[in-house]
Every structure is written in structure tokens, then in C-alpha cells.
């Protein structure tokens, strides 16, 4: 049953504690709708108090039909709802659509939870969604962080985002939702073969799960989930490693650690100055190991996103351009 299977992640993980105020992110589609069912059952045993967010990104003639379906949605279950509009298109003009969709989405959900004084964003990302991000970063190329793909639970930006899905498949999400007679919102855009996901969904995964591994999607999810507590307990090692220290570094201490460490701590001398490493390559990561070895004392190397790192006499200083 997808309720008691959502029930066992939610523990295992410790995604909701009981008393907790949950933004839920609900665009109208199977997956949010379903999520939405799944906690609002769970509101009297745990005690929790729901916020319905949706975002209309305006990226479709009919969108506006998902905030009137969200709303009933609302209405019916009796759960209040926060709603807005972007123009991502717009929006996109200076940069990815992507990105700036996603950070959209972000800022709107924070600023809801903020308005309504919760801590936590649930979202319906589910196994599916994890095995499909997880080859989609195989095909761009990543390290292990990347290949841990979506954590059950993540902190940003002083919030803690959710997944209560990650372990329920898409078959058994539209299953539940054929038993509850409920009829989600659909975007036919995710059908068009438009985007790299939308290709790995529509056509290389059914690919690979016909002639290589009809579980291969369970086995993506796996490494992510075994992958992510490796990377928990390197990053860990690493942030003891970077004690004291913050975007300057001590060449000597570097040079002394582990490449795995190493890189790591570059990458978090980055963080401390952008809050993420979006766009830093492992070709960058490279390079600025070029930088400590070989290179001599004042050499620079620029980064994307107006970051450089200058190489001191004893110290590597990441700055803002």
C-alpha cells in the first residue's frame, strides 16, 4: 500500500516530525497531487499543518487551467493555498530556462514558507524522477555529489526541502490515483521529446529497461541512495579538514589531503562564496589543481560566475570578481 510505503520513508529518512507546519509544492500534475492526498492523510496521526504553494510559470497557453485545478483541490481538502505567477520566458531571456525556472520555483516556496512560518517543503519527486536525474547526469558527466542525485531530505537556504515520494514508483503514483478516481492535471509538454529529461524518460529508459535491466530505474535509485552516504561522510571529513578556514586556504594543507578531500573542500571554498557550485566543472576543479601544483605564486584562474582563485605564497584565495 503507497500510503504505508510513504509512511516507512518518511521514518526512515525523519522527513516530518509530528507538530510541523509543511509548505507542499503542488503544480497540479499526478505527482504533487498525489503527495498532497498521501500527507493530508497523515495530518491527525502526525499533527501537521499543510500549505498548499503553486507557481504558474506561464510556459503553457493553459497553465492558468492548473491554479483553478489546484484551487478546487484546495477547497475540497480544506487546505489553504498560496498561488503566483512568473514569467519564466521572460525571465529566461539572460540566462538557461532551466535553471531559472528552478530558482524561481525555489524562491517562491521559501517565500511562502517564510510568510507562513514553516521550515519544511514537501515535494513529489519520486523513484522515477530519481533514476532519470540520475542518468541524465551520467550523460552530462558528474561526481559523485551529482550521481547522489535528490537526498530524501535537504537543507537550503535555512529551509529543509522533502520527498516523501522518492521510493514510490510513477506506476504505483497513477495506480493510486486511478483507485481514488482523481484526475491530475497533465502537461503534454513532458511527452514531446524537447528536453534532455523528456528524452531519457520517453526513450532511453525504456530502451535500457527492455534490452539491458527491466529494473534499472530501481537500480539507479539504489546507487543515488548508497552513493549519497558516501558522499555524506566525505563531505563530512571534509568540513573537519576546512576547520578555520573559509575561501583561503593553506597551500600546504591542500596539498598534503586526499584529492577526494581536496576537491571537496574547492568546491566548498566556492559554495561560501555563491551558496552553490552550479556551472564549476570538473574540468574547473582541474584546473585549479593545475593551479596549486604548478603554477606560480600570483597566477589566477577564473571561474564561471565572476569567481576567480589567486594563488599566494602560502595561501589560495577564492574572491568575487
Do not use: W
Not at 521572460?90 to 511562502?112: H, Q
Not at 573559509?246 to 576537491?263: D, G, Q, V
Not at 568546491?267 to 561560501?272: D, E, N, P, S
Amino acid at each position: 500500500m503507497i500510503l504505508k510505503k510513504v509512511t516507512d520513508t518518511i521514518q526512515k529518512y525523519g522527513l516530518i516530525h509530528k507538530g510541523e507546519k509543511i509548505v507542499v509544492g503542488v503544480s497540479g500534475g499526478p505527482d504533487s497531487v498525489t503527495l498532497l492526498y498521501l500527507l493530508n492523510s497523515l495530518t491527525g496521526e502526525l499533527g501537521i499543518t499543510l500549505r498548499i504553494a503553486h507557481l504558474d510559470h506561464m510556459l503553457r497557453k493553459d497553465s492558468s487551467k492548473d491554479k483553478e485545478f489546484v484551487e478546487r483541490l484546495s477547497e475540497k481538502l480544506k487546505i489553504p493555498m498560496t498561488a503566483a505567477r512568473i514569467n519564466i520566458k521572460e525571465i529566461a531571456k539572460k540566462g538557461s530556462l532551466e535553471e531559472i525556472g528552478r530558482n524561481a520555483r525555489l524562491g517562491f516556496l521559501f517565500k511562502t514558507a517564510r510568510d507562513t512560518g514553516a521550515r519544511k517543503i514537501a515535494l513529489g519527486h519520486n523513484l522515477d524522477d530519481q533514476a532519470e536525474t540520475v542518468l541524465m547526469r551520467i550523460l552530462r558527466g558528474t561526481g559523485l555529489y551529482g550521481l547522489s542525485a535528490m537526498l530524501p531530505k535537504k537543507d537550503i537556504a535555512g529551509y529543509q526541502i522533502v520527498r516523501p515520494l522518492i521510493e514510490i514508483s510513477r506506476e504505483e503514483i497513477e495506480a493510486f490515483l486511478r483507485k481514488k478516481r482523481i484526475k491530475p492535471r497533465i502537461d503534454l509538454s513532458n511527452l514531446e521529446d524537447i528536453y534532455c529529461r523528456n528524452r531519457i524518460r520517453n526513450n532511453l529508459m525504456p530502451l535500457l529497461e527492455k534490452g539491458y535491466n527491466k529494473n534499472i530505474k530501481q537500480v539507479l535509485a539504489a546507487m543515488a541512495q548508497s552513493l549519497a552516504y558516501d558522499y555524506d561522510y566525505l563531505q563530512g571529513m571534509a568540513q573537519k579538514r576546512m576547520k578555520g578556514m573559509k575561501t583561503r586556504l593553506s597551500l600546504k594543507k591542500l596539498s598534503s589531503l586526499h584529492p577526494a578531500i581536496r576537491r571537496l573542500i574547492l568546491r566548498q571554498a566556492i559554495t561560501g562564496i555563491k551558496g552553490n557550485t552550479r556551472r564549476i566543472t570538473f574540468q574547473h576543479i582541474k584546473e585549479i589543481e593545475d593551479l596549486i601544483a604548478n603554477r606560480p605564486v600570483n597566477s589566477i584562474v577564473d571561474l564561471p560566475r565572476d569567481i576567480s582563485v589567486i594563488k599566494q605564497k602560502a595561501h589560495l584565495f577564492f574572491y568575487q570578481r
